[in-house]
């Protein structure tokens, strides 16, 4: 699945972020040495990833946004993720974000005007999504 050439960075990190759950639990992986190698792993791998831009393919899927972080971490707040998106932007567009694109990201993290998930039409797509992921696991 990561290795697709249609992996998306914000599936990578939601699977990496299942995997820590997965082999920090006892249960799943008894042997302790194997569960502090894999974490290891995991945890170097993540330190050594542009992590702003992972981070930010989450908040930009119109179905999780914020819904999977921690709010009491500063970094993942409406001024920590505008602080990360404002360096993306800044990096990719090489200018700095203007007043329309603060305006933008701010109604995208309230879900106000174009970005409420009626106007964006979130559950159309998904039925639509769902549809098509149904029949083609039926040929």
Excluded at 41 to 50: F, T
Aim: glycine letters at 2%; a positive charge.
């Amino acid at each position: 699945m990561l290795q697709s050439d249609s992996a998306r960075l914000d599936t990578v990190l939601l699977v990496l972020g299942k995997l820590r759950l997965i082999f920090s639990d006892a249960t799943n992986c008894p042997d302790p040495t194997v569960r502090e190698r894999i974490i290891g792993s995991l945890e170097r791998r993540w330190k050594a990833a542009q992590q702003d831009v992972f981070i930010m393919a989450i908040f930009l899927n119109p179905y999780l946004r914020s819904r999977c972080f921690n709010q009491r971490n500063p970094a993942l707040t409406f001024q920590g993720l505008w602080a990360m998106y404002k360096r993306i932007y800044t990096q990719m567009m090489q200018a700095e974000p203007d007043q329309w694109v603060l305006n933008a990201f701010s109604e995208y993290y309230h879900r106000q005007c174009h970005f409420t998930d009626e106007a964006m039409i979130l559950e159309e797509h998904h039925k639509l999504a769902s549809n098509t992921v149904s029949k083609s696991t039926l040929k």
